[in-house]
């Protein structure tokens, strides 16, 4: 029988193990700091909410400018050296935007928002690219690699909570313009604890291509893909709203309580078991946000939608693994990568979308004016969990048992 179980492998905690770890949950909480930051500011300049909603969607764009290089890049030069000034770049395009306005009093307009969206998005993808697919995988033995990606992608994970509850805690201790320099430099920490790690010397390749959709796109992949891009869209939605220290905290502990079910409620499950209960806590997520009590909106909601995200993202990213052939491991992560953020950044940015006319004038802080502006998205959430239900039982679990390779 075909289960869930991931072996665990203790001398696969290492000290360069865990630098690689720590730098992927830093450079990601680095750009979820900006989920509140950007709609914050931007609101404050007299944007109107459509336009906010494509400043986020263009990251989920942006992710994809630099992949087609990736290949090229970690094979011409020093695959540590990409990854590096790839975060660098990250670095510097989280905190240009905060010089320009705060120490030159240079008004940045709409369409330079989004191009620097597009820029954070390209940088942010090679590194995830280079690190995940690459330096990650170089560090441990070939039978610790499906356990080493399957880490590595939760610490990714957290951040989707870690980011939001950084960023409202400058906002409460200093003030909302201070999260784009503290999101700078925890880019910067994860830059510095790469380069703590030693990798042996590679020479450089010749005669590869320059664009190549090697460790950046699996094509057999593709239902996979449009099926996990159609499951993100959904806290996507939930995410384009600001919430309380309270949501994002219970979205953390649902975080966790998906990581401690993986290993003890689905070690011994059914294969198919492990998405469809996923997106049942997240069909229940939705039910329990038509209450209007403030217990279940805060505490049960996120709570339970994190769990179903959590269950999902695992389950999915070893369908990738197992999809791919032996050489192709890399690719596959940079897949789930890209299907996990482009679903997260089209929700968020059609959130905004959907709800602009009913958005409140001035956007702020305050979650509890925002309820009822929420509720208007449960109609597409809950019909995209329904189709994401039929695609995987239907259409993309069977594909999958068919087409699998290991």
């Avoid at 914050?40 to 764009?61: D, H, I, N, P, R």
């Avoid at 990854?83 to 705060?102: D, K, N, P, R």
Wanted: proline share 4%; glycine share 6%.
């Amino acid at each position: 029988m075909d289960t869930q179980n991931t072996p665990v492998h203790f001398n696969l905690w290492h000290r360069d193990f865990w630098c690689l770890c720590f730098a992927n949950l830093f450079l990601m909480t680095s750009i979820y700091m900006l989920l509140l930051s950007i709609p914050y500011f931007m609101a404050k300049e007299g944007y109107s909410v459509t336009q906010v909603g494509v400043v986020y969607a263009a990251y989920g764009l942006g992710i994809f400018l630099l992949g087609g290089f990736c290949s090229y890049l970690v094979q011409r030069y020093r695959r540590n050296r990409v990854c590096q000034m790839s975060i660098l770049g990250v670095a510097v395009s989280l905190v240009v935007l905060y010089y320009l306005e705060t120490f030159w009093n240079i008004k940045v307009g709409f369409e330079m928002l989004v191009a620097m969206r597009l820029i954070q998005g390209a940088f942010l993808g090679l590194a995830e690219m280079s690190l995940a697919s690459t330096l990650i995988i170089d560090t441990c033995e070939s039978f610790q690699r499906t356990e080493a990606n399957y880490i590595t992608s939760w610490f990714a994970r957290f951040s989707i909570a870690v980011g939001p509850l950084l960023s409202l805690l400058v906002y409460d201790v200093f003030s909302m313009k201070v999260v784009f320099p503290v999101a700078s430099v925890l880019a910067l920490v994860a830059l510095v604890l790469v380069s703590r790690v030693k990798f042996p010397f590679k020479a450089p390749s010749e005669n590869v291509s320059l664009i190549s959709s090697d460790r950046f796109f699996l094509p057999q992949g593709f239902p996979l893909f449009i099926n996990i891009v159609c499951i993100m869209v959904i806290p996507g939605f939930y995410l384009s709203l600001p919430h309380s220290l309270t949501v994002y905290a219970m979205f953390f502990c649902g975080l966790f309580l998906a990581l401690v079910a993986e290993k003890y409620v689905f070690a011994d499950a059914e294969l198919k078991s492990q998405v469809i209960v996923g997106l049942i806590l997240i069909a229940a997520a939705e039910f329990v946000s038509l209450s209007d009590q403030d217990f279940a909106e805060e505490m049960l909601v996120p709570a339970l939608l994190a769990l179903g995200v959590g269950i999902i993202g695992s389950r999915f990213l070893l369908f990738y693994i197992k999809l791919a052939k032996h050489c192709q491991r890399g690719t596959s992560m940079s897949s789930f990568f890209l299907a996990w953020e482009l679903g997260l950044s089209l929700g968020i940015g059609l959130g905004f979308w959907l709800v602009k006319d009913l958005y409140p004038k001035g956007l702020g802080m305050d979650p509890v004016i925002l309820n009822p502006v929420y509720k208007e998205l449960l109609y597409p959430a809950f019909g995209l969990t329904v189709v994401s239900l039929l695609m995987y039982n239907f259409l993309v679990h069977p594909w999958y048992m068919k087409h699998r390779n290991r």
